[in-house]
């Protein structure tokens, strides 16, 4: 039986996880969805490639991966079948028949990621495992021109961790905004691909120039330092959310 190419999206709150990537004795979403998988359709060795290695405690609302397999269960049945074997905070919302030759690493053309922050004096209970709660009012349009800067191609060295290790540090920011809803802020940012930590340093960076310490005009200098030292310090992990990836 040839080898079926499987495409799923998945939903997860990643608050008590380890990040997406298996690791030896962690807890990882990535572990999960393969030993689902193969607890389904009782075989061994499954792949799973998912489009983004989201980190410890980062949720996903459209994660993206594939596996090839030969299993007789109907693709549209997939996506349910596999959910029965996860845990609740992780869901299979889709699954297709994708060409042999989909990647959904390689293939994928943009992704967009949002970060919440909420503003309020007393911590949100039932949100707080999935936002940043910072107390105290931001300045949105000096956050929202700030971070328009970043627009386009850029050598985004400033915003990656240090023990980035990727050869090239260049991405493309194709469009990224900050809006404020009552006590929430959400910073939206959509590119071709980010480095280890950029969208949590790009909103560390953002929260100094929202409280006043920076001009939204310090954003350029940041950018054309290219050293981590010169942006703001890191924003928790909790409240950021992969939205989607388009292929």
Known sequence: MNKRNIKIVIQYDGSNYSGW????NKKTIESEVISAIENLTCQ????????SRTDAGVSAMGQVANFKIDSPIPTERMAKAISRHLPPEIVV???VE???KFDAISDTKSKMYRYSIFTGKSRPVMQVK???HRPGKLDIEAMDAAIKKLVGKNDFKSFATA???RTSSVRTILDCSVQQDGLWIYIDVEADGFLYNMVRNIVGTLVEIGRGR???EMMDEILAAKKRTAAGPIAPASGLCLIWIKY
């Open 21 to 24: 990537q298996k690791q030896p």
């Open 44 to 51: 061994d060795g499954i792949k799973v490639n998912g489009s």
């Open 93 to 95: 919302s889709e699954a």
């Open 98 to 100: 994708v060409p042999s």
């Open 130 to 132: 999935h936002c940043w």
């Open 163 to 165: 023990c980035d290790k």
């Open 214 to 216: 920076w001009q939204a």
